[in-house]
């Protein structure tokens, strides 16, 4: 499965954005999906999964609240609405398929990422 991650940007603390992932291939519907983040100097961190019908769904303590998962599958894409940003949520967000858990060894396909800045 291929991964295109899009919707990063700069934004200032308090404002939003919706993440994008749209995945090629098949058998998108049967997949868990993720949102992990990495910013500079820091080990890529968990954010958020979903699980294959898109009725689970997990979060990272930082970002409860705050952002939401989903995903269609009939459009093969799974999304990250982010709101309330602060300038901690400054990183590269990746997608990441085929799995399901926090941990980044979890999953076996990933995007080239999406950079996302928060200004303070």
């Known amino acids: 499965v291929q991964l295109q991650a899009s919707g990063g940007g700069l934004v200032q603390a308090g404002g939003s954005l919706r993440l994008s992932c749209a995945a090629s291939?098949?058998?998108?519907?049967?997949?868990?999906m993720a949102w992990f983040r990495q910013a500079p100097g820091k080990e890529r961190e968990f954010v958020a999964a979903?699980?294959?019908?898109?009725?689970?769904?997990y979060y990272a303590d930082s970002v409860k609240g705050r952002f939401t998962i989903s995903r269609d599958n009939a459009k093969n894409t799974v999304y990250l609405q982010m709101n309330s940003l602060k300038p901690e949520d400054t990183g590269i967000y990746y997608c990441?398929?085929?799995?399901?858990?926090?941990?980044?060894?979890?999953?076996?396909?990933w995007g080239q990422g999406t950079q996302v800045t928060v200004s303070s």
């Open positions: 990441a398929g085929r799995g399901l858990g926090q941990r980044a060894v979890d999953y076996d396909d």
């Open positions: 291939g098949r058998f998108f519907s049967s997949y868990g």
């Open positions: 979903i699980n294959w019908s898109g009725r689970s769904t």
